[in-house]
RNA sequence: GGUCUCGUCGUCUAGUGGUCUAGGACGUCUGGUUCUCAUCCAGAAAAUCGCGGGUUCGACUCCCGCCGAGAUCACCA
């Protein structure tokens, strides 16, 4: 049987970290096995809806690589993929329930059910609303909700990740299934959408966890057959066990985007923050992800977002995408990530810089910072010169002879690449009778003026000939 | 409060009765690589497996109880 799987968010903002896990799972399924994936909108809550989320959502699954083979855009034979276009569908299946007796309109005031819940709370029993059912109902039209009719059970329902659960007939409940304003609930829309768009497996947090015998009682209803259910845990708050959210802080995937972080790189880390494929791998690509990825070892317990190892991570990927792919494919990425002077540089120069510094990246936006030198000169900052723990040994009239003769050295230099400049370094270095620890630095902070920089051959390779004599004639003069 | 779920180094995890004196990774600390920072390499510290009972020759692994944490109880999804 072909796997379907399906990500449906509800259109109310954009996707954060603590969610996008249920796109993750369900496309590596899907892959895995030659299925589909849907992306279907569930739009059915107007006071929420956020204009411009939608697109926001299918920009955050282009960039982490996940394609849908059916839902907005691409259609598809169940469209259409937005819940508010798909109005009779449900109606249509409401009036089953309602012909089969399991539904009815409820006239009830919405104040009437406040009293009943008060009332409950005071005397401290559960609320319940099939405990406070109207007698008389009248028929269905739009404009009264409609309610699902509870025949209080026990049921029981095995779950590809959390193992068999079971639960007793006091979760039962008259729940909404469609609302004053036609439109139908969460509760009673995805189960009819899952069942139309043949839906095999229905991967979702843990927070609807406790309402699955509810939706069990629907299925039984309708007298259709529920998916496999795929419990995703929780993705907790770095400080604590709770859910994360976006009150809690949870940063949109795309914000990460512009931080810097590689869509590989986030792929890998929340695929496997709560899967691992039982091996001592840490790094996936997503074809990996695909070829490995398991529903059994998907872990049961909720895990803790640490944006630390999601930035070792992008290292790591920064590092692989480099090596594997060249300066080119690397520099690609990196366009928004370069400091306002770098903007009349050529492509060319930054792609030098960026093949001497990609190894210090752990994320693009380090760009910023760590390079300002290569594209203008320096504030010069003697303090940190003289200070520095190598140098402070040394007298200013020391530092000054040694610029000196290190100018004179690679003024005479007829070819300036990287091996060349070591070579003059080190026959520097036996002139003065210097340590590297004094003469390097030295050199490297008149150059830079920045707490750490690459390789000193190297940045003065990228520098240039002439920045280079510029920029040590200025630190001479000022000494 | 009712219901349900979860519980191995600080964090992510391996572990399906003996090979566990509990393995790996991140982070932390130390050392190495002609300066710095980073990479890379080597090494260290770090879990009495939530607690208490049982079953067993033997339990992180099975059973029971407890404790702790979380989720959920909307005309939101």
């Given at each position: 049987m072909e796997i379907v799987t399906r990500f449906a968010p509800s259109p109310t903002g954009y996707i954060h970290i603590g969610n996008v896990r249920s796109a993750i799972y369900p496309y590596l399924l899907a892959r895995q096995n030659n299925g589909k994936m849907i992306l279907r909108i569930e739009d059915t809550d107007r006071a929420r809806y956020v204009d411009g989320a939608t697109e926001l959502i299918e920009d955050t699954l282009e960039w982490l690589g996940i394609n849908w083979d059916e839902g907005p855009i691409v259609g598809g034979p169940h469209a259409p993929y937005f819940q508010s276009e798909r109005m009779d569908i449900y109606h249509d299946w409401a009036r089953k329930l309602i012909a089969s007796g399991r539904a009815y309109a409820d006239p009830t005031p919405p104040e009437k059910i406040e009293a009943y819940r008060k009332e409950c709370n005071d005397k401290k029993i559960p609320f319940l609303y099939r405990n406070f059912r109207p007698t008389n109902t009248p028929e269905w039209e739009p404009g009264i909700p409609l309610r699902f009719k509870a025949e209080p059970k026990a049921y029981s329902w095995h779950d590809e990740v959390m193992g068999d659960l079971s639960a007793g007939p006091e979760v039962l409940d008259d729940i909404i299934l469609i609302k004053k304003d036609g439109y139908p609930t969460y509760n009673f829309a995805h189960i009819v959408d899952d069942y139309e768009m043949g839906v095999t497996h229905l991967m979702r947090g843990a927070e609807y966890l406790s309402s699955m015998p509810n939706y069990l009682a629907i299925y039984e209803a309708l007298d259709i057959k529920a998916p496999k259910i795929v419990t995703l845990p929780h993705i907790l708050r770095s400080d604590g066990r709770k859910k994360l959210g976006k009150r809690d802080g949870a940063k949109s995937v795309t914000e990460y985007r512009e931080d810097g972080i590689v869509a590989e790189a986030m792929m890998n880390y929340l695929a496997c923050l709560g899967w691992n494929d039982g091996t001592e791998q840490e790094i996936y690509t997503k074809d990996e992800l695909i070829e490995k990825f398991s529903l059994n070892r998907i872990q049961s317990s909720g895990a803790r977002y640490d944006e630390t190892k999601l930035l070792w991570l992008n290292g790591q990927w920064i590092r692989k995408i480099f090596t594997e792919q060249g300066a080119d494919a690397?520099?690609?990425?990196?366009?928004?990530?370069?400091?306002?002077?770098?903007?009349?540089?050529?492509?060319?120069?930054?792609?030098?810089?960026?093949?001497?510094?990609?190894?210090?990246?752990?994320?693009?936006?380090?760009?910023?910072?760590?390079?300002?030198?290569?594209?203008?000169?320096?504030?010069?900052?003697?303090?940190?010169?003289?200070?520095?723990?190598?140098?402070?040994?040394?007298s200013e009239s020391e530092l000054e002879d040694l610029l000196k003769q290190a100018i004179m050295k690679l003024d005479g230099l007829s070819s300036w690449d990287a091996d060349t400049l070591q070579t003059a370094l080190n026959e520097l270095l036996s002139a003065t009778g210097k340590k590297p620890a004094e003469l390097f630095s030295l050199i490297r902070i008149a150059l830079s003026f920045a707490p750490f920089s690459p390789a000193l051959n190297l940045t003065m390779e990228v520098l240039g000939k002439d920045t280079t004599l510029a920029r040590l004639n200025t630190v001479a003069s000022a000494l």
């Open positions: 690397l520099y690609a990425r990196t366009q928004n990530f370069w400091p306002e002077s770098a903007a009349s540089a050529t492509d060319e120069y930054k792609i030098k810089v960026l093949s001497i510094i990609y190894d210090r990246l752990k994320n693009l936006s380090d760009l910023r910072d760590m390079t300002g030198y290569f594209f203008e000169n320096p504030k010069l900052d003697l303090d940190m010169l003289v200070n520095n723990k190598f140098l402070k040994k040394l």
